[in-house]
């Protein structure tokens, strides 16, 4: 699977965005999927996730009550809405999508080519 996100760009603090991520392939309902992020300087980590089966999302506590994933199956598309945007928040954002059962924190097959958000102070 080929995955391609967009969405990013520059936001002031407390604002909001929707990140978008493309999936190609047919089978896209049978990936698990997640977004992850990479600061300047900081590991990779991810915010966002589904369980294999669609029917739990998890998130960072950093993340937790500000961030929203969903996800389109007949669009091939997953989603990460979020607002209350903090500067801590810039980063690049990552889609991922892994087969079969995993840890939505770790275990991702397939990455996206990443979209910039930058939230200003």
């Known amino acids: 699977v080929q995955l391609q996100a967009s969405g990013g760009g520059l936001v002031e603090t407390g604002g909001s965005l929707q990140l978008s991520c493309l999936a190609s392939?047919?089978?896209?309902?049978?990936?698990?999927m997640g977004w992850c992020r990479q600061a300047p300087g900081k590991e990779r980590e991810c915010v966002a996730g589904f369980s294999w089966s669609g029917s739990m999302t998890y998130y960072a506590d950093s993340v937790k009550g500000r961030f929203t994933i969903s996800r389109d199956n007949a669009k091939n598309t997953v989603y990460l809405q979020m607002t209350s945007l903090r500067p801590e928040d810039t980063a690049v954002y990552y889609c991922?999508?892994?087969?079969?059962?995993?840890?939505?924190?770790?275990?991702?097959?397939?990455w996206g080519q990443g979209t910039l958000v930058t939230v200003s102070s």
């Open positions: 392939g047919r089978t896209f309902s049978a990936y698990r």
């Open positions: 991922a999508a892994g087969r079969g059962v995993g840890d939505w924190r770790t275990d991702y097959d397939y």
